[in-house]
């Protein structure tokens, strides 16, 4: 009997969604080798990793990127590394997707030159640049320039590939950092969708692109999401999402042809709830995570990467991404997944769960609109002020044990894991050779191209960042010239400034009925009284370019409902600038957090900023992801406290940072 003609099934098996991992370390070259080793695999699509140093417009010799190069992805400095990262994969035939966000033109242009060098059609190119700086300042913190620049780069970039590559994805509206933030489902879908409101208004109001072409503007627009354990409500989220899509493109720009105001979205799963106690629970997570994406077909990704059992200890490996791969694969061709339509049409559950999302979602939407747009929302503080607030509280509700997190808060007893005895090997190890080797690369590259040409380039495109005139143009010829990342980014930093975007850390408070805090704020207040001074004062400092300040802020935000003076400057401090903090607003400990593997470097440059300055007795704690060597060296070091992920008990945290103030001050 033929099965495809039972009632019920498709008549035809669906395609399954497009399959990547996210990669990228070291080199341009170990990358390419990745890449290559990762399709041969069965991998269908690219998805490229930068380092932070790239990711924020800095050549891998600046101050700020000692220790970050080739950490958390590949370092791509000038052409010849894009070269050397695409080197023997055909660009006209790959789909390809760049994390890349402030300097998402200068990659585009990168990667574009390299496809024509390789003979491919512009025209035929396939692929993603995520292009989303809003979410930057909220959540993730690799912007570099105000919110309206930014967004001017945004939209030079659609117009730009509307007409020389009309198969790229030239924004990626991206939730995914906002639910690691604290968004809830409605948050998210609300605060995601002002983004695209905004992307979509700047692209339509700078007259690049005429009005009966919005349409096509909007089917190049995609969403990446991220997708939490808890399933069910994430396939809602997604069906939301795509109602509300719908209803915005066609009721407020017009776009009539539902074929173009289809909701598309890549995903990866939750990084941020895997976990570094059990970590073999996490695999698990990852596959309920990866249903609430696939199993509605009428919502169903059309991109997905899944993160690797291990991401909470350090960078995966090869294998461990494998492993992700090899889920998607089992569930794509060997379940039967595929084989049917969409298996919640007609669900009463699940219509009543969409419907709450979506109306919730229009109240999170039109507050942002009232406030003049999602710019102003950032500018205000508004945005970051509710995700710190709704991080509050989730980490208020895992802290009461009213949401269990298996192996951490409940069911902690464990047997050995076979998976972690391998201590360090368990990861990936990043050469502290590579940021050398980066450094030596970039310096030749400056001394063999044509100086004048460099000048030439860089002047036209600071000319042209001064007027409305579409920047790709100035950029390409920058590509060519020779220019770095870092004198591309330069360039318009003089035009347009940084920016520093607001903590939100004002008026937030995550106590919410701590039992436990109320002895803790009678310790502070005691050792403050017996130190003589009127409060305790702690420094939050994030040195170097990690800007994943979700940890930091709540820490902050508890330390000050236990009675701390918290100073806290934001993401992106040099070990000098957290030096001078330190001593001019006379902290009694200061707390650096680190997320990006860098903390052999960025830490020890802070204790020797400190003993320069004569404070050699004040105390340094460090939080991040930390290997258990790791954490003995910082301590040798002198850092008083490693905290990591399994510490997730707040209000302790700050208990343990009352003792190691009390014993750096000798008391009892």
Not at 191 to 213: C, I, M, N, W, Y
Not at 413 to 420: D, F, I
Not at 435 to 462: E, F, I, P, Q, S
């Amino acid at each position: 009997m033929d099965e495809t003609a039972l009632p019920g099934r498709l008549p035809e098996r669906d395609r399954p969604w497009v399959m990547r991992t996210y990669a990228g370390h070291s080199s341009a070259t170990a990358t390419n080798a990745l890449f290559r080793r990762n399709l041969a695999k069965g991998q269908t699509g690219l998805s490229v990793a930068f380092d932070l140093p790239t990711q924020t417009g800095y050549d891998p010799d600046h101050e700020l990127a000692a220790g970050e190069v080739g950490r958390v992805g590949v370092p791509v400095a000038h052409l010849d590394d894009m070269r050397a990262l695409f080197g023997g994969i055909p660009l006209a035939e790959t789909n390809t997707s760049m994390t890349i966000n402030a300097p998402a033109m200068w990659l585009l242009a990168l990667y574009g030159t390299v496809g024509l060098e390789q003979g491919a059609e512009l025209a035929r190119c396939a692929g993603t640049t995520q292009n989303d700086i809003i979410k930057e300042y909220l959540s993730r913190g690799t912007y570099i320039f105000p919110p309206a620049a930014s967004l001017r780069l945004t939209a030079d970039v659609i117009a730009y590939t509307l007409r020389a590559m009309p198969k790229w994805n030239p924004v990626n509206i991206c939730s995914y950092h906002l639910q690691e933030a604290g968004a809830t489902p409605v948050q998210e879908v609300g605060f995601a969708l002002a983004t695209a409101v905004a992307v979509l208004d700047a692209v339509r109001d700078s007259g690049q692109v005429p009005a009966e072409r919005m349409g096509d503007v909007v089917q190049r627009v995609s969403f990446f999401v991220n997708a939490g354990v808890r399933f069910v409500e994430e396939i809602a989220k997604m069906r939301a999402f795509g109602v509300l899509w719908d209803e915005i493109t066609r009721d407020r720009y017009g776009v009539a042809e539902a074929r173009q105001r289809r909701f598309r979205y890549g995903v990866q799963v939750n990084s941020l709830g895997l976990t570094e106690a059990q970590p073999e629970n996490n695999i698990q997570r990852i596959v309920l995570e990866m249903l609430g994406v696939t199993m509605s077909r009428d919502a169903r990704a059309r991109a997905v990467q899944l993160p690797a059992w291990n991401e909470a200890l350090g960078l995966p490996r090869p294998w461990d991404q494998q492993w992700s791969l090899r889920m998607q694969q089992v569930l794509a061709y060997e379940s039967d997944l595929l084989e049917y339509p969409d298996l919640f049409a007609g669900s009463h559950v699940m219509t009543a769960l969409v419907d709450e999302i979506v109306t919730g979602a229009r109240v999170e939407l039109d507050k942002v609109l009232e406030l003049g747009g999602v710019v102003a929302a950032v500018e205000t503080g508004y945005l970051k002020s509710a995700l710190v607030a709704s991080l509050a509280e989730r980490r208020r509700r895992m802290e009461s044990g009213a949401d269990v997190v298996v192996g951490v808060n409940r069911y902690a007893e464990t047997e050995p894991s076979p998976l972690t005895a391998a201590g360090a090997d368990a990861v990936e190890q990043v050469d502290p050779a590579v940021g050398a080797a980066a450094v030596d690369r970039v310096h030749r590259w400056r001394a063999d191209r044509d100086g004048a040409a460099v000048d030439a380039a860089l002047a036209r495109l600071r000319a042209d960042a001064a007027t409305t005139t579409n920047l790709m143009p100035a950029t390409l010829e920058c590509v060519r010239a020779g220019v770095t990342t870092g004198e591309w980014a330069g360039a318009l930093r003089q035009v347009f400034g940084e920016y520093r975007a607001p903590t939100g850390l004002a008026g937030a408070t995550g106590s919410g009925g701590d039992p436990g805090l109320a002895a803790v704020r009678e310790r502070v207040t005691a050792t403050a009284r017996e130190l003589g001074s009127g409060r305790l004062r702690l420094l939050v400092g994030k040195p170097g370019l990690d800007g994943h300040s979700n940890g930091a802020e709540q820490i902050a935000v508890r330390a000050r409902d236990a009675g701390f003076e918290v100073v806290y400057q934001g993401i992106r401090l040099t070990a000098g600038q957290i030096v001078a903090a330190a001593v001019e607003e006379d902290v009694d400990l200061v707390g650096l957090s680190v997320l990006s593997g860098s903390h052999l470097a960025a830490v020890p440059a802070v204790l020797d900023g400190l003993r320069a300055a004569g404070r050699a007795d004040l105390p340094v704690v460090v939080g991040g992801i930390i290997p258990a060597a790791d954490a003995d060296t910082l301590r040798a070091a002198g850092v008083a406290r490693v905290f990591t992920p399994k510490d997730f008990a707040l209000t302790d945290i700050i208990d343990d940072l009352v003792t190691v103030i009390r014993r750096a001050n000798d008391l009892p």
